[in-house]
């Protein structure tokens, strides 16, 4: 017989992401970011193969990488909109969590499997943050996947990617909740 935790069900059934525009200080400090990045890291890891790893970014690397973000947009030639809004990102951006896939050569886990257990890294981040009582959003933008921002920003390998960036703080303002998708639209049910 199951035996349902309703709070942690409810959490799920409610839970929102805060925009990162709207956290602001005190970001969590060392010790109060470990026990959420030790929750993340007890995600699906088919093989325990630990395809993934983290990248803190304090006050100082947000600032740099913002810098970076101008100069590799203009780089490749980007529209300076899409430029802004990502030196804006960084910039104003007190804590992440950068979430590197990091897939390893493996008989028996396909990199595909490997590259989704990042993925679900990124969810539990998100979730412990808010279950920790902070404020978390998940962002990627153009330059989380270019190999040069990357590379160069957050000294990642030939090999990896980042799955996600979680910005972390304190919220100032609680999103309305948006529109959900429909279960039963997108549910198929297989009984023979």
């Given amino acids: 017989m199951p035996d349902p935790n309703p709070a942690v069900m409810e ?22 970011l470990m026990p959420i990045l030790t929750a993340a890291a007890r995600s699906p890891d088919h093989g325990k193969l630990e395809p993934w790893r983290f990248v803190v970014l304090e006050r100082p690397a947000l600032e740099r990488l913002s810098a970076l973000a ?19 990102t960084w910039a104003g951006s007190g804590l992440a969590v950068v979430v590197v896939s990091s897939p390893v050569t493996s008989d028996k886990i396909p990199r595909i499997e490997q590259v989704y257990s ?44 980042v ?17 959900r998708p429909d279960v039963n639209a997108i549910t198929t049910w297989i009984g023979e």
């Fill in 118 to 161: 990042a993925g679900a890294v990124c969810l539990a981040l998100l979730n412990a943050a808010q279950a920790a009582g902070w404020g978390a959003n998940w962002l990627t933008g153009w330059p989380a996947h270019d190999p040069g921002f990357a590379q160069q920003g957050l000294g990642l390998a030939q090999d990896e990617s």
């Fill in 11 to 32: 959490f799920l059934l409610t839970r929102r992401s805060r925009p990162a525009k709207t956290l602001v200080a005190p970001y969590p400090d060392r010790n109060a």
């Fill in 163 to 179: 799955a996600g960036v979680i910005h972390l703080g304190t919220e100032t303002a609680t999103p309305p909740d948006r529109p």
């Fill in 70 to 88: 101008v100069r590799r947009g203009t780089e490749l030639g980007l529209d300076p909109d899409k430029i802004e809004k990502q030196r804006q």
